[in-house]
C-alpha cells in the first residue's frame, strides 16, 4: 500500500485513469482492513484527480467522503488541502461566500497544526479571491502573508509554483490599485527568480497579467506580443479552474482594446474545458464575454440568442447554489459523526489505558505505571532539588493468612488496605500495589517527619480495621510492615535505587518485630524520628 500511496503523491498531472485506479485500489483495502487512514487518502487523491481532469462534478462527492476520515486518522495536512481545493470549485461555481468559509476552515487547520505550506497556498488564494471582489487592501494583506510564510517554510519543500502564484497576484493588485511602479517591482521578482522555472501554464497567467500591465504603460508593441504569445500557448489541455480568472480579465481586456478576434479565439478553445468542468457559473461568464462581443458587432439576432442562452444558465447556477448548499449541510453531517467516532475512539483509548495501567483488584496503579511515574517524580525531586521518600510496605503474614483464611478472605484483605492507602494519594504522594501483599508509596517534597506521621497514621489505621488474624498470639489483627527510603536524589539516582533500599529497610522492619516502619536513607543509613 505504502508503494501505491507514494505514486499517487507524485501523480500530479499525469495519467487520470492510471491514478483513479490506484486510489480504487487503496480504497478497496482500506474498506476490508477498516483502516480510517487508507480511506481518506483515497478520497481525498481521487477528488483531487478529478479537479486535475477539470472533473469538478466529482470533486465535492470524493472529498466529503474523504474529510471525516482524514480527521479521524490525524491527516490534517490533507483535510487542510481538501478545504482549499473545495474553496477554489466554489468560486469556479460562483459561490464566493462559501469559497471563503472553506478558505477560513482550512486556515484554522494550518494554523492549529503549523502547515506553513498550505497555509501559505491558502493566503495566496484568498488574496486572489479578494483581489477578484475589487478588496484590494485585504487583497494585498492576504498575498503579503502568503509571501512571509512561503519564505517560512523550509527551502527543500517549497514551490516555484506557489512563489509565481504570489508574486504575479501581488503584480496584478497593485495594478488595479493604480500602483504601477509596486506592480514592476513584482514583476521583476518574476522574472529573476521564477521565470527560468515555468511550466506552460505558468507563462499563460503570467501573460495574462503582463499583457495588462504593458497596456497600462502604453507599452503596445509589448502588449501585442504577449496577446500572441497566449494565444500560441493555450492549448485543449490547461487546468481550466486554475487559469480561468486570469483568461476572463485577459478577454476582458482584449473587449476593451477591440481585440474581439482575440476573445472569440480564446473562447473557442476555453470552450469544450469550460463544459468539461459541468459548471454553469464558468459558461454563464464565457456566455455573458460573447454577449458584449456580439453587441459591438451590432449582430441583433445572435445578441439575443446569446442572452437567452445567459437566462438558463442563471436558472442552473441557482440550482447549483442550492445544491452547494445540500453539499455543505452532508458535509457538515460528515464530519459530526467523524468526530463523534473520533470522540469515541479517544474515551475507549483512556479507558484502555487506565485499565492497563490500573489494578484490577484494588483500582491503585499498577506496576507499569510505578515504573514510569516514579522514574518521573524522581527527575523532578532532583530538579528542584527536593526530599523524597519511597515506602514498601506489606502484610505481616500474610501467606499464612491466606492459607488459614482462603484467597478470596485474602484478596478482600488486599481491599481494605488498598482503600486506606488510596486515601492517601494528594499531589504529593503516589501510590500503586508493587504485587502480591506489597504496596509501594512515593512522597515527594515532604520532609521525613510529615512522611513519618503519614506513615504512622496508615498503620494505625489498618489495625483499626479489625481484620481477624489468628494465626499469632497478641490479638493485634492484620497488621502492615513499612520500609521507607528518605534522602534528596543526586544526579545519577533512579527509582530503583530507592526501591531497592526501601526494600531493604522492609525486611529491617520485619526483622524487627514486624508491625512497625523504618526509616533510612538511600545509603541505608537509619533515620530517627
Known amino acids: 500500500m505504502e508503494d501505491l500511496m507514494q505514486k499517487v503523491r507524485e501523480g500530479r498531472g499525469t495519467d487520470a485513469a492510471c491514478m483513479l485506479d490506484y486510489c480504487t485500489q487503496i480504497e478497496e483495502y482500506a474498506e476490508r482492513a477498516g483502516d480510517a487512514r487508507l480511506l481518506g487518502f483515497s478520497h481525498y487523491y481521487k477528488g483531487r484527480t478529478y479537479y486535475l481532469s477539470n472533473e469538478t462534478g466529482k470533486v465535492f462527492e470524493e472529498i466529503g467522503e474523504a474529510l471525516g476520515y482524514l480527521e479521524q486518522s490525524g491527516q490534517w495536512e490533507l483535510v487542510a488541502a481538501a478545504y482549499n481545493l473545495m474553496a477554489i470549485v466554489s468560486v469556479g461555481k460562483g459561490n464566493l461566500s462559501f469559497a471563503i468559509e472553506y478558505y477560513l476552515a482550512g486556515l484554522k487547520y494550518c494554523k492549529k497544526y503549523e502547515l506553513i505550506e498550505v497555509e501559505s497556498r491558502i493566503e495566496s488564494n484568498l488574496g486572489s479571491l479578494y483581489m477578484e471582489c475589487g478588496q484590494y487592501s485585504d487583497a494585498r494583506d492576504y498575498l503579503e502573508q502568503a509571501h512571509l510564510d512561503y519564505k517560512r517554510v523550509p527551502e527543500e519543500e517549497r514551490s516555484l509554483a506557489s512563489l509565481t502564484a504570489i508574486y504575479n497576484n501581488l503584480a496584478l493588485c497593485y495594478m488595479k490599485s493604480g500602483s504601477l511602479e509596486k506592480a514592476e517591482e513584482y514583476i521583476r521578482k518574476l522574472e529573476t527568480e521564477c521565470e527560468a522555472h515555468f511550466e506552460e501554464m505558468d507563462y499563460i497567467y503570467v501573460n495574462c497579467m503582463r499583457a495588462r500591465y504593458c497596456h497600462l504603460c502604453g507599452n503596445i508593441s509589448m502588449r501585442d506580443q504577449y496577446i500572441a504569445d497566449i494565444q500560441n500557448q493555450l492549448s485543449g489541455d490547461v487546468l481550466i479552474l486554475d487559469l480561468f480568472d486570469d483568461l476572463y480579465d485577459f478577454c476582458e481586456l482584449m473587449l476593451e482594446i477591440d481585440r474581439g478576434d482575440v476573445c472569440r479565439n480564446i473562447g473557442e478553445k476555453l470552450k469544450a474545458l469550460v463544459e468539461q468542468t459541468g459548471i454553469a457559473n464558468m459558461q454563464r461568464k464565457m456566455t455573458a464575454l460573447e454577449m458584449d462581443y456580439v453587441k459591438k458587432t451590432k449582430d441583433r439576432e445572435r445578441y439575443l440568442k446569446t442572452a ?41 483509548a483512556v479507558e484502555l489505558t487506565e485499565k492497563s495501567e490500573r489494578d484490577p483488584l484494588t483500582g491503585l496503579a499498577n506496576r507499569y505505571r510505578l515504573t514510569n511515574d516514579s522514574e518521573k517524580i524522581v527527575e523532578q525531586c532532583f530538579a528542584e532539588h527536593k526530599p523524597l521518600s519511597f515506602e514498601i510496605l506489606d502484610i505481616d503474614y500474610f501467606k499464612q493468612y491466606n492459607d488459614r483464611y482462603g484467597h478470596q478472605a485474602g484478596d478482600d484483605c488486599v481491599r481494605a488496605i488498598a482503600a486506606l492507602i488510596r486515601q492517601m494519594e494528594s499531589d504529593q504522594i503516589f501510590c500503586a500495589r508493587y504485587g502480591g501483599d506489597e504496596f509501594v508509596i512515593i512522597y515527594s517534597g515532604m520532609s521525613a517527619e510529615e512522611v513519618c506521621e503519614r506513615a504512622e497514621k496508615l498503620r494505625q489505621d489498618v489495625m483499626a480495621l479489625q481484620i481477624e488474624q489468628r494465626y499469632t498470639e497478641g490479638a493485634f489483627g492484620v497488621t502492615i510492615s513499612q520500609g521507607i527510603c528518605h534522602d534528596i536524589p543526586s544526579n545519577g539516582n533512579k527509582n530503583w535505587d530507592f526501591l531497592h533500599i526501601a526494600d531493604q529497610t522492609l525486611y529491617r522492619a520485619k526483622r524487627g518485630g514486624k508491625n512497625c516502619l523504618c526509616m533510612t536513607d538511600i545509603h541505608g543509613r537509619e533515620i530517627e524520628v
Open 308 to 348: 437567452g442562452r445567459f437566462y438558463e444558465l442563471t436558472e442552473i447556477v441557482e440550482q447549483e447554489n442550492r445544491s452547494m448548499i445540500v453539499n455543505m449541510l452532508y458535509l457538515r453531517k460528515s464530519l459530526e459523526r467523524a468526530r463523534e467516532r473520533c470522540r469515541k475512539l479517544e474515551e475507549d
